[in-house]
């Protein structure tokens, strides 16, 4: 099905063609036409399934709808809230790029940039106001920004609003938006507190899911490796060299593990940049534009940081740190295989790491089963009793040929090779 099937413009289907895209999502196909009705839409899929166009391509069309009818308001007509800086930036070079021939205005407000500069951009006239909750606040508290003409909101990952504490703030904020509005919520994950937001900001939304939203796309092939802490960033090492990578996003739990790993890679050669909160608002630009123009084969994030990673053609995930909850897992190995393109997912596992997969074998839908890296040695990981006794079951032979085969296999569907 393509784009024009969906109900779009002209312009906003020469704009999709210029961009590279011809065919949309599975999230895009079921939700676009919806919100193109003017319907509340509830809107949940996993990471990497083309959620942003799915809502910024039917705000475009509706705003512009309004304008060509005389509606233009003095003030945001659209609203986007987002957890985090980075997605703030990718909505609004979303709304730019899909609307590069629509005239629609947008500017992105968030913490870290300069107060006067957004202040600047907002006295200039402006259709769609990108923000995060505590930003937005501070320039409602200023006035400098009128929501009372608001006729679309939408919630951006709002499973992440409840992890981050910004839900009050959220609610605040939407005290300030027309009750009469369109409201379009997506999500990563549908938990209780996503859906009793829903219950207070949508009225009955049509519901619109993809997938398993607890499980990684079918798209990415995952890998469990058996190391200890203290190894990891030689066996990062050894796969850099060993791998055909082309651009790899590695996770730490901690920032400070994330500068750390950056610099061990760094130092042995290989373009590595780092992005967390410790992180100026301009270093973080800085190596996501580096990363994303391939001047970093390996970009070191942290959970929280990556959230707004939207880069195309990251071959490999890796997780330094094997993450503690499945949802995690899912997000991070979502930022690879997106689109339908093939991913990689590697993930270190060490011996007090191990009480975690089960909760990640929940998530992926398929056992877990630890391997050791062909050719790398390290000293013997620490496994539990019943891993110990599979191990010695299925032997080494079986878990190299197993590995292998796997690694084949997604360098056939990616490399055709």
Known sequence: MPFASLGLSQHTLKAIRSSGYTTPTEIQRKAIPLALEGRDVLGCAPTGTGKTAAFVLPMLERLVLAHETGHRSPAPSGLILTPTRELCQQNEDAIRTYGAHTGVRAVSVYGGMSMVNQLRDLRRGVDI????????????????????????????EADRMFDMGFINDVRRIISHVPKERQTLLFSATMSSEVKSLVAIVQKHPAMVEVGNINKPVDTVEQLFYAVPQPSKVDLLLHILRSE?????????RTKHGADRIARRLEQRGIKTAAIHSNRSQGQRQQA???????????????DLAARGIDVDG????????????????????????????????????SGEEQKYLRRIEQASGRRVQLLRYPGFNCPEPVLSPAE??????????????????????????????
């Open 129 to 156: 106001v990108v923000a995060t909750p505590g930003r937005l606040l501070d320039h409602l508290q200023r006035r400098s920004v009128d929501l009372s003409h608001v006729r679309i909101l939408v919630i951006d």
């Open 244 to 252: 055909p990578v082309n651009t790899m996003l590695v996770f730490s």
């Open 288 to 302: 996501l534009d580096g990363f994303k123009r391939r001047h970093y084969q390996v970009l070191v994030a942290t």
């Open 314 to 349: 990251i071959s490999h995930v890796v997780n330094f740190d094997t993450p503690p909850f499945a949802e995690d897992y899912v997000h991070r190995i979502g930022r690879t295989g997106r689109a339908e393109a093939r991913g990689l997912a590697l993930t270190f596992v």
């Open 388 to 417: 110990a006794v599979m191990a010695s079951a299925t032997g080494k032979h079986h878990q190299r040929a197993s590995h292998v085969k796997t690694l084949r296999r997604w360098r056939m569907r990616r490399f055709g090779r």
